[in-house]
């Protein structure tokens, strides 16, 4: 669910989303990384393509990666509306 702390028993599962959040924060010498959660969301809704660079290096020497770039795209989108 989008914004809610995930938990696995009683532990919080940090999501990628917040843990980009509060790598924003940090750069910027704050502690309160919620109000980094848009833009963290867009920075990671920003690599949703995956360059032919990266796809090169996952599948060297392949001219094809099959579906690398749509599992690639579906697993930035699950991580932006997590």
Request: net charge negative; aromatic share 10%; with cysteine.
């Amino acid at each position: 669910m989008a914004g809610q702390p995930a938990y696995i028993g009683l532990r919080h599962v940090m999501t990628m989303t917040e843990k980009v959040a509060r790598a924003i924060a940090l750069s910027q010498k704050l502690s309160d990384w919620k109000d980094f959660l848009d833009s963290a969301r867009a920075a990671v809704l920003a690599l949703s393509a995956p360059p032919v660079d990266m796809l090169d290096m996952a599948l060297p020497d392949c001219a094809y990666w099959g579906y690398l770039p749509d599992h690639w795209s579906a697993m930035i989108a699950y991580v932006a509306n997590e």
